[in-house]
């Protein structure tokens, strides 16, 4: 117990001094020198309103046997200004980079004007980072023409390279989505066309030596200092189908999950651009192995709000797994467990957090939601029989239900869904029964497919489409990303993926694109 606390009380002093944000002015500016840039991680930002945004970065010198960083904050400054010369600079200051949070840097500058793009840098020693580009959000109730979001997820180091951000970068957007597995946790494989640099990641320094390799690869980090990242996870940036606090399946087990949970959680914030607050206040329950909330959402103007969730933090054991662990595929009939009305895969606080944003929702021209995985319900034929698989919501139907009745009783108006997880590209409509052809619809859903992981659906793709009628488009081997660009008349969404993923150099096209009108409910297919 003594030790929880002197841990605790470590790790509260490291983020009190990491949230200071000092005037450059102070001519006890740490001169520091370096054998080479720090800055290898390149630089992100995020968690943006529209008076305010977090600016990211982390320093690193590694030496032969270990890093040549000193063992107390370093003074780091950053710059924030109109133009990419800096000669026109809106803010600056010194934030310290802390030995116990991997010498990251969290910057949350405020009182910015609203719906404003602005360019950022740090430099320490002499050397100067990258420099990033990002904005603020129009006002709450400011009217916008026009949002270009783009969505991601699933970026498995050693089954491709992550080309698809540089034609992601191409496409000039607003704000990227990321909705999980940013990092995975599995030691090196034997087939990919990368390896992963150690074996499976346990531990605090595990986690953090995986982001490293991750954020090393230059596509992804251009990406991140194009514009504002929205940020989610799903498993495997812990470990593969962890629910809650229980274990998930692959790699070693340990005696400790929540610890190992909390490790990778603190790992997590370490390397994205996520205000303090998230760690400040989960700083109690991380070192249990408890809650580090990262939901939220992000108001763009009266056009639309973003909801991002976490459907993997808070969620129940899955139901009727043989082995008790993991997820499984099968005949739902067969499992009464699936319909205990108190099992939840975002937890009661997040659920009743969702029910406040939906009964604002008229507010907006459009209802965005950004979660992990597929929402609507997808069986898959086996035989006579019609099997789900139960990690994502078909294994918590009465969960998706009380979200359902959200939509309803609020009359959410042009609701969208994104989510990730499943690495193929899945486009239909959010129903209140999928068993009923004429049941009402909701909402329309687009779930995308991968940067690189790998998928083996696509043998199987027709049969399910088949037997899954609310969806009216699907693809399972294409990488890639999606493009949402919003107007108050109409969603188009376009489904970007490349020639290869696993090549360093690929082209890009258009898989398919649709097109919703606003209050239609419709999604058309343009090509």
């Given at each position: 117990m003594n030790e929880f606390y002197k841990t605790r009380r470590d790790l509260l002093k490291a983020l009190s001094l990491a949230t200071l944000v000092l005037p450059y002015s102070r001519s006890t500016y740490a001169q520091i020198r370096f054998d080479k840039n720090p800055f290898i991680l390149g630089v992100a930002s995020g968690s943006p309103t529209?008076?305010?945004?977090?600016?990211?970065?982390?320093?690193?010198?590694?030496?032969?046997?270990?890093?040549?960083?000193?063992?107390?904050?370093?003074?780091?400054?950053?710059?924030?200004?109109?133009?990419?010369?800096?000669?026109?600079?809106?803010?600056?200051?010194?934030?310290?980079?802390?030995?116990?949070?991997?010498?990251?840097?969290?910057?949350?500058?405020?009182?910015l004007p609203a719906n404003q793009w602005f360019f950022y840098r740090f430099l320490v020693g002499g050397e100067v980072s990258s420099v990033g580009r990002?904005?603020?959000?129009?006002?709450?109730?400011?009217?916008?023409?026009?949002?270009?979001?783009?969505?991601?997820?699933?970026?498995?180091?050693?089954?491709?390279?992550?080309?698809?951000?540089?034609?992601?970068?191409a496409e000039n957007v607003d704000l990227v989505m990321f909705l999980g597995d940013y990092i995975y946790e599995y030691g090196p494989g034997r087939k990919g066309v990368r390896t992963h640099d150690s074996g499976p990641t346990i531990s605090l320094d595990d986690y953090r030596k995986r982001y490293v390799l991750y954020k090393k690869d230059e596509n992804l980090q251009a990406m991140h200092a194009a514009c504002p990242w929205l940020m989610t996870w799903d498993d495997h940036e812990v470990q593969n189908d962890y629910a809650g606090l229980n274990a998930?399946?692959?790699?070693?087990?340990?005696?400790?999950?929540?610890?190992?949970?909390?490790?990778?959680?603190?790992?997590?914030?370490?390397?994205?651009?996520?205000?303090?607050?998230?760690?400040?206040?989960g700083v109690n329950g991380l070192m249990k192995g408890a809650e580090m909330?990262?939901?939220?959402?992000?108001?763009?103007?009266?056009?639309?709000n973003i909801c991002i969730l976490d459907d993997r933090q808070y969620r129940d054991l899955a139901a009727c797994t043989p082995s008790g662990r993991g997820s499984a595929i099968f005949d739902p009939k067969a499992c009464a467990e699936l319909n205990k009305t108190d099992r939840s895969i975002l937890g009661g606080d997040q659920e009743r957090w969702v029910a406040g944003r939906m009964s604002h929702a008229n507010q907006n021209i459009w209802n965005v939601i950004g979660q992990p995985t597929l929402y609507?319900?997808?069986?898959?034929?086996?035989?006579?029989?019609?099997?789900?698989?139960?990690?994502?919501?078909?294994?918590?139907p009465e969960a998706r239900k009380r979200m359902d009745q959200l939509f309803i009783q609020n009359k959410v108006k042009n609701l969208v869904i994104f989510g990730g997880d499943v690495h193929e590209n899945w486009v239909g409509y959010i129903?209140?029964?999928?068993?009923?052809?004429?049941?009402?619809?909701?909402?329309?859903?687009?779930?995308?497919?991968?940067?690189?992981?790998?998928s083996n659906g696509a043998k199987f793709l027709d049969a399910r489409l088949a037997k899954n009628p609310h969806f009216i488009f699907a693809e399972a081997s294409k990488k890639g990303y999606g493009i949402a660009e919003?107007?108050?008349?109409?969603?188009?969404?376009?489904l970007r993926v490349v020639s290869n993923a696993q090549?360093?150099?690929?082209?890009?096209?258009?898989?398919?694109?649709f097109i919703v009108q606003s209050h239609s409910n419709k999604i058309e297919r343009l090509s």
């Open positions: 529209d008076q305010s945004i977090v600016l990211w970065t982390r320093l690193i010198d590694d030496g032969l046997f270990s890093s040549r960083l000193p063992n107390e904050p370093i003074e780091v400054k950053w710059e924030l200004a109109q133009d990419q010369k800096f000669s026109q600079i809106i803010q600056s200051g010194l934030s310290l980079a802390v030995p116990a949070l991997a010498y990251s840097v969290h910057v949350e500058v405020n009182q990002t904005r603020t959000l129009p006002a709450p109730k400011q009217a916008v023409d026009h949002l270009k979001l783009a969505y991601a997820s699933c970026q498995n180091y050693e089954h491709g390279y992550f080309s698809a951000y540089q034609h992601m970068r998930g399946t692959f790699g070693p087990s340990v005696s400790d999950f929540p610890a190992r949970r909390a490790a990778a959680y603190q790992a997590y914030y370490e390397h994205m651009p996520l205000r303090s607050s998230v760690l400040i206040d909330r990262i939901y939220g959402d992000f108001q763009y103007g009266r056009l639309a609507a319900q997808r069986y898959f034929p086996n035989g006579d029989q019609l099997l789900i698989w139960n990690d994502g919501w078909d294994g918590f129903k209140a029964d999928y068993d009923q052809f004429d049941s009402p619809v909701l909402g329309v859903e687009f779930c995308g497919t991968s940067i690189t992981s790998i919003f107007t108050s008349k109409a969603l188009t969404v376009t090549e360093e150099k690929t082209s890009i096209e258009t898989l398919a694109k």
